[in-house]
């Protein structure tokens, strides 16, 4: 079945850049997200990428996609100490596939050093 | 954005009883809404698939007549925990589907059975 991998800890000092990675094994995934959980809540979306697209940026988030590696990543510029939070790599295959369910990567924890 | 919101955030119970999460998307109408179970320091896992005027699919393993699911209209899907057992504690996350096959979160809800 459908898998999704990431790392699961990453610390970094506040003001550099965070590289989050994710890989995944379903060659038919149309579309990637990457969600946020703060500790109790529930999940925020970040942003998302359709796999016919490299690349999204969106303020201090961008998302890079490597479809033949199957390889998604998410970089935060500037990194806060706000960020701290795990974060979920997820996927859902091709429209009409399914009932559009997402697969999630177990996450990732984002510790911020001040 | 779109908002999903879930009632209640937190609820303990004594064993033997059932209990009831809303799920609702406030400004949007969601034909499908996910239920998700997360254990702690886990990933989520996909409960059932709620469709709004049919029964729910719930996934291998996920006893149904435990988790009774209801679909009654295209804002509001509810999950009932019934006769809730300690091994039922855990964090239930709801997800409403847009047309765009993006997901959006509730915030979630922390069941604990005594």
């Known amino acids: 079945g459908e898998d999704v991998e990431q790392s699961l800890f990453l610390s970094v000092r506040e003001g550099d850049s965070s590289v989050i990675n994710c890989t995944y094994t379903?060659?038919?995934?149309?579309?990637l997200y990457w969600y946020k959980q703060e500790p109790g809540a529930g999940l925020q979306l970040l942003t998302y990428?359709?796999?016919?697209?490299d690349m999204k940026q969106d303020q201090r988030l961008t998302v890079l996609l490597n479809k033949k590696d199957k390889h998604l990543s998410l970089r935060i510029a500037d990194t806060q100490t706000g960020d701290s939070a795990i974060y979920f790599c997820?996927?859902?295959?091709?429209?009409?596939?399914?009932?559009?369910?997402?697969?999630f990567g177990k996450g990732t924890k984002l510790s911020v050093i001040p | 954005g779109a908002v999903v919101s879930q009632h209640p955030s937190r609820v303990i119970c004594k064993s033997g009883t059932s209990v009831k999460i809303e799920c609702r998307s406030l400004?949007?109408?969601?034909?499908?809404m996910f239920w998700y179970r997360q254990f702690p320091k886990q990933s989520l896992m996909l409960m059932a698939t709620?469709?709004?005027?049919?029964?729910?699919?719930?996934e291998q393993g996920v006893e149904k007549d435990k988790f009774l699911i209801n679909h009654a209209s295209l804002t509001l899907s509810t999950l009932t925990v019934t006769s809730a057992h300690p091994e039922d504690s855990s964090f239930y996350i709801c997800?409403?589907?847009?047309?765009?096959?993006?997901?959006?979160f509730g915030p979630g809800t922390r069941l604990t059975v005594l």
């Open positions: 997800s409403a589907r847009l047309a765009t096959d993006t997901q959006y």
């Open positions: 379903d060659s038919s995934s149309t579309y």
């Open positions: 990428i359709f796999s016919n697209m």
């Open positions: 997820a996927e859902t295959p091709a429209s009409g596939a399914g009932s559009y369910q997402l697969t």
């Open positions: 400004d949007f109408q969601a034909t499908t």
């Open positions: 709620s469709n709004e005027g049919s029964k729910a699919t719930y």
